[in-house]
């Protein structure tokens, strides 16, 4: 498997604008979590999803923020609009083992580094 | 809700020497325990997990955490580190109930001089 992935790496916008980051989790995995990171918050959780429902989205920090998981292989975070504050890294992780009710650890992706100017 | 604290922000050490990296959580009932590290502008990358079995587990790069339940602890150790281990290292716990919540520690950065 390649892991979980993400795109884009960089992106870099203007404020107003929408941004859309999109993660695609490791086949089998019924787990997906988006993360935002930076140097003054750290690494928060915003929102997971267990197959393809969100669960907990208490992280997200206000209305601009959505995210949706159609399927299972596929995930988006939408900022819109888009503020400075919200540049960071956004990770994406995946894990659990679909159906085997087995715990795992979770898998993260490369990132996302969005700057928002 | 379950919570993570790190001991330290930022370590130095001088390669070779010892390392303990401090991790401690709140929560009452049967927990899943990881390290992960992550390197100068990458991901975060699995170290270490604890499941159950023994308390005392060992990870990738020589790395070891010991699990003590009475302490609600899970410190890192690595005997003699190298400066390739430069990097930021994060504590998370899940529970055993209906939902895989991964809750991270703040993180500790760990500098080695060569």
């Known amino acids: 498997d390649a892991g979980v992935i993400q795109s884009p790496r960089h992106e870099v916008t203007e404020m107003g604008q929408e941004v859309t980051l999109r993660c695609k989790p490791i086949?089998?995995?019924?787990?997906l979590f988006w993360y935002r990171q930076t140097m003054m918050r750290g690494l928060e959780l915003l929102i997971y999803?267990?197959?393809?429902?969100?669960?907990?989205d208490s992280g997200m920090p206000e209305d601009r923020f959505s995210a949706k998981m159609p399927n299972a292989s596929f995930s988006t975070l939408k900022i819109q609009p888009s503020e400075p504050r919200d540049s960071a890294v956004y990770f994406c992780?995946?894990?659990?083992?679909?159906?085997?009710?087995?715990?795992?650890?979770?898998?993260f992706g490369q990132g996302t580094r969005l700057t928002v100017v | 809700a379950q919570s993570v604290s790190q001991h330290n922000h930022h370590v130095i050490l001088s390669e070779a020497a010892s390392l303990e990296l401090g991790c401690n959580y709140s929560?009452?009932?049967?927990?899943?325990l990881f390290w992960y590290v992550q390197y100068p502008g990458q991901h975060l990358q699995l170290l270490l997990k604890?499941?159950?079995?023994?308390?005392l587990v060992k990870g990738i790069k020589g790395f070891e955490a010991e699990f003590i339940k009475s302490k609600f602890s899970f410190n890192l150790r690595k005997p003699s580190v190298q400066w390739s281990d430069t990097a930021e290292y994060f504590c998370?716990?899940?529970?055993?109930?209906?939902?895989?919540?991964?809750?991270f520690g703040p993180g500790t950065r760990l500098s080695v001089l060569p």
């Open positions: 604890y499941f159950s079995g023994d308390p």
């Open positions: 999803f267990n197959n393809n429902v969100p669960i907990d």
């Open positions: 929560y009452g009932g049967t927990v899943n």
């Open positions: 086949s089998g995995h019924d787990y």
């Open positions: 992780a995946s894990s659990g083992d679909r159906g085997q009710l087995r715990h795992t650890e979770a898998f």
């Open positions: 998370a716990v899940n529970t055993d109930n209906y939902g895989q919540n991964f809750v």
